[in-house]
C-alpha cells in the first residue's frame, strides 16, 4: 500500500508573474497500478512560440497500491512517494496549469487519468481543450513505422527520459513544436482534427479468411493499410465496436501502449462480451500470424477458412 502520512490542509499556488502565457501546455502522468486514477507523477510543461516557459513536476502518493509491472517501467514505488502530496492536494495547482488551456498529451491516456483521478478524490474536473500529440505526429510524419513517444523523439534527435513524466511532457510538447514547423500547420489549424475514423472503409473482398466478420479498428483509421489488409481478406470493416461486430484489431501501433485495455474501444467490447455478445480482440501481430498460416476459402477441406473456424470454435465455448 501507497504511505499515508499527514500531509499540510493546502498547498499554495504560486502567481503567475511572467505575463507571457503559453500557447499549449504539456500534461504527461505515470501510475501506480493497473487503475488510471493511481497517479503518482505528474509533469507539465508550457510553450511560448516554440520555446519553454514553464515546468512543473511533482511525486503524488496515490492512495493506492504500487504494482510490480508498473515500478519496472518507471521505477517509481511507495518509498519514493512518502511525504509526497496526494492528487486532492495538487488538484489546484494542476488546474491552474491546464484549465482554459489548450492541453497536450501523447494519447488520451493521461486525459482519462487525471479525470479518473478528479473522481476518486472528489475534485472538479479540469476543463480544457486537448490535443493528442500522437495524431499530430502520424498527421506529420505518416512513414514511421510507429508514432510511441521514444520512437518519435529518436527520429527527432531530443533527448528524453522515456516514462518520465517531465520529460515525457516535454518531448510531446518539441513533438508539436517540430510538427508545426514541419507541416506549416499551425497550432490553431492542429485544433481542428481531421476525420478521426478516416474517409469510408474499403469494400470486402468477395472471398477470403474472414469474410462474414464485421472488424473494429482501435488505434488505426477505417480507411488506412490495416483496414485494407482487413477488407482484402473479407472482413466488413466497421466504424466502431458494435452488438454486431466480432473483432477488435488492435493496431500495432495503437498510441495507448500497455493501457491499451483503457482505451474506449476496448472497454466496449469487454462490456459487450459481458452481455453475451462474442467480440475477440486481438492484437494486428496475431491476425496476421493466422491469416498466414490459415487455408484459403479454396481449400475443399476447408471450406470456411481457419480462422473463421478459430473464432467460431471460441465462441461456442464461451457459449
Keep these: ?116 483521478a478528479c473522481r476518486v478524490h472528489d475534485r472538479p474536473a479540469i476543463e480544457t481543450r486537448w490535443l493528442d500529440s500522437v495524431r499530430v505526429a502520424k498527421r506529420a510524419w505518416p512513414d514511421l513505422p510507429s508514432h510511441r513517444l521514444n520512437v518519435l523523439t529518436k527520429f527527432l534527435g531530443v533527448r528524453h527520459k522515456h516514462h518520465d513524466a517531465l520529460s515525457d511532457a516535454r518531448a510531446a510538447g518539441i513533438v508539436i513544436v517540430r ?57 466488413r470493416v466497421v466504424a466502431s465496436v458494435g452488438p454486431t461486430s466480432n473483432l477488435l484489431v488492435v493496431s500495432r501501433d495503437q498510441p495507448f501502449g500497455r493501457y491499451v485495455a483503457a482505451s474506449a474501444a476496448h472497454r466496449r467490447a469487454e462490456e459487450l462480451n459481458r452481455a453475451g455478445a462474442y467480440i475477440e480482440i486481438v492484437e494486428e501481430e496475431e491476425l496476421r500470424a493466422r491469416i498466414g498460416a490459415a487455408p484459403t476459402l479454396s481449400d475443399e477441406h476447408a471450406p470456411h477458412g481457419g480462422i473463421v473456424d478459430h473464432l467460431e470454435g471460441r465462441a461456442a465455448a464461451l457459449g
Excluded at 71 to 93: E, L
Excluded at 102 to 108: E, F, L, M, R
Excluded at 187 to 211: C, F, I, S, V, Y
Design 1 to 116: 500500500m501507497s504511505a499515508t502520512m499527514p500531509l499540510p490542509a493546502a498547498i499554495p499556488i504560486p502567481p503567475d508573474t511572467d505575463p507571457t502565457l503559453p500557447d499549449f501546455v504539456v500534461v504527461d502522468v505515470e501510475t501506480a497500478c493497473s487503475r488510471v486514477s493511481s497517479i503518482c507523477q505528474i509533469g507539465i510543461v508550457g510553450f511560448r512560440a516554440g520555446i519553454e516557459v514553464f515546468a512543473y513536476e511533482t511525486l503524488v502518493d496515490p492512495r493506492d497500491d504500487f504494482s510490480p509491472f508498473n515500478t519496472r517501467i518507471h521505477g517509481i514505488s511507495c518509498d519514493h512517494v512518502v511525504g509526497k502530496p496526494s492528487f486532492d492536494h495538487i488538484h489546484a495547482i494542476v488546474d491552474s496549469h491546464l484549465s482554459g488551456r489548450i492541453t497536450v498529451a501523447h494519447s488520451y491516456f493521461d486525459k482519462g487519468a487525471l479525470a479518473a
Design 179 to 235: 510538427a508545426i514547423d514541419h507541416t506549416g500547420i499551425d497550432l490553431a489549424g492542429w485544433m481542428t482534427p481531421a476525420n478521426a475514423r478516416g474517409g469510408p472503409a474499403p469494400k470486402p473482398a468477395a472471398d477470403g479468411p474472414l469474410k462474414g466478420q464485421r472488424a473494429a479498428i482501435l488505434g488505426a483509421p477505417r480507411d488506412g493499410p490495416l483496414a485494407r489488409w482487413l477488407a482484402d481478406a473479407g472482413a
